[in-house]
């Protein structure tokens, strides 16, 4: 087997136990996970600016964003689907409902 192969897996072994570990942290959870994240997206981002020849800051930047918009993505869907906007408040209410009552 090749050795890059085998270091490669063996640092991603390292890095899913690590956010494991963050998940089991009492305090500061989501801020751990997320610099392991960014740290993790901006040791790769090199990697990959050599497939897409384009700036590794860029590439840095673009998977950040996409990063942070991911998770309000993933909050907002699950506000919304717990059920946290109610149905009686004003903005739910149509125009004529709200002139009636």
Excluded: C
Aim: glycine share 10%; charged share 25%.
């Amino acid at each position: 087997m090749d050795y890059k192969i085998f270091v490669g897996l063996l640092l991603l072994t390292g890095l899913v136990y690590y956010f494991r570990q963050a998940h089991t942290s009492q305090r500061n959870k989501k801020r751990i996970v997320d610099l392991l994240s960014i740290g993790a997206l901006l040791w790769v981002t090199p990697k990959l600016s050599a497939y897409t020849k384009m700036d590794p800051f860029e590439i840095g930047g673009i998977l950040i964003f996409a990063y942070g918009w991911g998770i309000l993505i993933v909050e907002k869907f699950w506000e919304g689907f717990k059920g946290n906007d109610h149905d009686d408040t004003p903005r739910s209410r149509s125009k004529r409902s709200r002139e009636k009552g």
